[in-house]
């Protein structure tokens, strides 16, 4: 979290929207933090997307799309990965950001199938809020042990691999 994911996915999308491209934007219906429709970055940057129940439901609204984005693919489900590769072998480019690891470190969702197919991978990190390292870690302020709780820097902080595991032992 807060390393700038969304931003790129929207100035990517942006380039190709500039570039003549057909673009069209996914978020799981279920993201509503910033907006109910649009995809938005925590800088402020948006741009209009179309909320989905299912990833499958991506392959249906695709239409003649050149460029899809996708953002926040750790909510979605276990079939995104194969969504992502019909789009690509019918040669969309697809762009695709999300968190690649839960609040507890482990694996999230079907982002590790994704950075398995991928055919390029940018990894963003924020900065350790603690140390000023480079984060990898979303640290989880909250006792909440649900896999999926939506937050911003009121449940989630940014954590270097060494403060994060300190924190978890206390």
Do not use: W
């Not at 050149?66 to 969504?83: H, K, R, S, T, Y």
């Not at 480079?134 to 691999?161: F, N, Q, T, W």
Request: a neutral charge; glycine letters at 4%.
């Amino acid at each position: 979290m807060f390393s700038g994911k969304t931003e790129e996915l929207i100035r990517r999308l942006r380039r190709a929207s500039i570039a003549h491209q057909r673009i069209e934007i996914f978020k799981p219906e279920m993201d509503k933090r910033f907006h109910e429709t649009d995809v938005v970055s925590h800088d402020a940057s948006r741009i209009r997307s179309t909320p989905v129940t299912a990833s499958q439901n991506i392959l249906l609204l695709a239409e003649d799309a050149q460029v899809i984005g996708i953002d926040e693919a750790q909510f979605f489900d276990a079939e995104l990965p194969n969504v992502a590769e019909t789009l690509a072998n019918r040669g969309v480019r697809v762009i695709v950001a999300g968190l690649d690891m839960d609040f507890q470190g482990m694996p999230f969702g079907p982002v590790p199938a994704l950075l398995s197919k991928a055919d390029y991978i940018t990894k963003l990190h924020a900065i350790c809020v603690r140390c000023g390292s480079i984060a990898h870690y979303s640290y989880r302020k909250s006792s909440d042990e649900h896999k999926v709780m939506l937050g911003e820097k009121d449940k989630y902080e940014p954590r270097c691999r060494a403060c994060f595991h300190n924190a978890n032992e206390i």
